[in-house]
């Protein structure tokens, strides 16, 4: 399966269906012409549709798919697809005596079925959009219900070295998978979390699940695992302990691990810091300082015992339009690499933005260029997609 490092085009963020039933395809038309959207992209390998939901061009708003066609693609197309915190809506249309059965760790939440009849393919399309839409809470005591109920899920975005393009970490961010299939996104429940006392708790069970995901080593794809880690929670003394007996529980590799502190609240004591840091170097868990921008003054952070930085997305975005921009990230470049830091540029979404952060002397970049926060089930496939396209030049 071969991709292309590229911007979006106009006709892959329509509709796609994948079949091959003449029944079908003829009912999918009438129900977007009902629906009065253009007409339906006819896809028939579940290996393309999965190289569009993988690539870094925009994914397709809605997938129409007759399981059978989908072949060896469909446990990772499907949960590709399907994700409920993905954007794109699915629609599976059952065959013979009824819904094909879901490959093993696929959620049923974020699927819509129907027939091929174009009425009910026009309603599963407006039902599938609606089921996308969130309904925040911003009640604590439904967070820590969740909490309890295990409704915390993962999703896992690469970093790639931009010198060979190998991924060199996978970023775990939180998701919230309500008991009412509502899901809901880091921003509507972690600063919540953070306010409400629950920040240690959402760390457990964020570590809880993505070592479960990815113990084993095709599901990293050779790559380390990190977690967000809040500065409150960091300089905690029991971190190392915790984190490695979870490790142990899960059968995770103890080196395979890194954290990034984040910051919600500002550093009020440095040394307290500097000891978090190394105690958990001490105990073999690098850190990385996330979310470095322009107009700050935590300059300072690079000072202390961090094994890495990681720029802020704004900061990355302005640097092609403002020399300043490329004068500090070259800045901060020489600074982590005088201290043997290693520098990732977060937001690189196009090869103009590759070319900058390379250009400057950043070692590894993420951003929707390289991949979407995926889920684990689609890594294996984003990995070798990913390895057989040609260098951006």
Not at 168 to 177: D, I, K, S, T, Y
Request: glycine residues 6%; proline residues 8%.
């Amino acid at each position: 399966m071969s991709l292309r490092f590229r911007s979006a085009k106009p006709d892959e963020a329509r509709m796609l269906l994948l079949a091959r039933d003449p029944r079908l395809v003829s009912a999918t038309r009438a129900a977007a012409r009902g629906l009065e959207r253009l007409p339906p992209r006819l896809m028939r390998d579940g290996r393309e549709v999965l190289a569009l939901l993988l690539a870094s061009a925009e994914p397709p708003r809605q997938i129409i798919c007759q399981p059978s066609v989908a072949g060896p693609s469909w446990p990772a197309l499907l949960a590709t697809a399907s994700d409920p915190f993905g954007s794109t809506d699915m629609v599976l249309v059952a065959e013979g005596s009824g819904a094909h059965p879901l490959p093993a760790g696929v959620s049923p939440a974020g699927i819509t079925w129907a027939t091929a009849e174009p009425l009910e393919l026009a309603r599963a399309l407006r039902q599938a959009a609606a089921n996308r839409k969130q309904v925040p809470t911003d009640n604590p005591e439904h967070l820590a219900a969740g909490l309890r109920r295990g409704e915390i899920a993962v999703r896992y975005q690469p970093a790639v070295r931009i010198s060979d393009r190998r991924p060199v970490l996978l970023e775990g961010l939180a998701r919230w998978q309500r008991r009412d299939d509502t899901p809901l996104s880091p921003d509507a429940f972690v600063p919540m979390a953070e306010r409400h006392g629950m920040g240690r708790a959402l760390s457990i069970a964020v570590a809880d699940r993505a070592f479960s995901e990815m113990a084993g080593h095709a599901a990293r794809v050779g790559a380390s695992l990190s977690l967000n880690l809040p500065l409150n929670v960091l300089v905690e003394r029991d971190v190392p302990s915790w984190l490695r007996a979870l490790q142990r529980r899960k059968h995770f590799p103890l080196g395979a691990l890194t954290l990034e502190m984040t910051e919600t609240t500002p550093v009020l004591d440095r040394s307290a810091l500097r000891r978090a840091l190394l105690r958990l170097r001490d105990a073999g868990l690098p850190v990385l300082v996330d979310d470095l921008g322009l107009d700050e003054d935590r300059g300072w952070l690079l000072s202390l015992p961090f094994a890495g930085i990681k720029l802020d997305r704004h900061l990355t975005t302005a640097m092609p339009r403002q020399a300043r921009a490329r004068a500090e990230v070259r800045r901060m470049v020489r600074l982590a690499h005088a201290a043997r830091m290693t520098v990732t540029a977060e937001g690189v979404s196009d090869a103009r933005l590759w070319r900058a952060v390379a250009a400057a002397g950043v070692d590894n970049a993420q951003g929707y260029a390289i991949a979407r926060p995926l889920p684990a089930m689609a890594l294996p496939a984003w990995h070798r997609a990913w390895m057989a396209q040609a260098i951006p030049r």
